[in-house]
């Protein structure tokens, strides 16, 4: 029996619209990158998503989906909608997203991101203005959606490279 794998999805990302107002800007700039995840990491076995495969970095295609996740859900639910839930691999480590990794959790490690999404995008919904305050703080600091979004469009765009580079040296597979 073969190890099983991740999904592999058909690329039907769409870019950004050039004419756009700020939040349908915002809004697909981050969808773009929130379906490409799935789509650098469709066709690999668990252990691949585990491998550290950029020497000397010990980061992991899992440790980005699950970093991803926990991000997903701090700036959603703990900050948009100023909630506080905990931590979904922390723990007392302040990096177990990406370290304790078990190759046998990816697949639904990436459950946890496509239900993280889905819960961000509702607590983002539910925000009318861009520019208003929201009700959880980043350090005690008030910041609105705007900043939000913008620092996600940020993070993926940073971990996706990431991605990128040890995607193509686990299996040589490159692509936007």
Known sequence: MSEP????????????PFLAGDRESLESWLELYRA???????????GQLCTAAVPPSDLTL??????????ERYWFTNVV?????PSLYGGDDPDGDFNDL??????????WFH???????????AVADLDAPLPGRRHGQALNL???YTHMV???????GHADLLRESIDGSTGY
């Open 5 to 16: 794998t991740t999904p592999l999805l058909p690329d039907d990302r769409t870019d950004p």
């Open 36 to 46: 490409t995840l799935p789509i650098k990491v469709g066709g690999l076995t668990p």
């Open 62 to 71: 899992l440790g980005i989906i699950r970093h991803l996740s926990e991000v």
């Open 81 to 85: 909608a100023g909630e506080d839930a």
């Open 102 to 111: 078990d190759p046998s959790t990816p697949l639904a490690d990436l459950d």
């Open 115 to 125: 239900a993280a999404l889905a819960t961000a995008r509702a607590q983002a919904a």
């Open 146 to 148: 705007r900043w939000v």
């Open 154 to 160: 940020e993070e993926y765009a940073r971990h996706l």
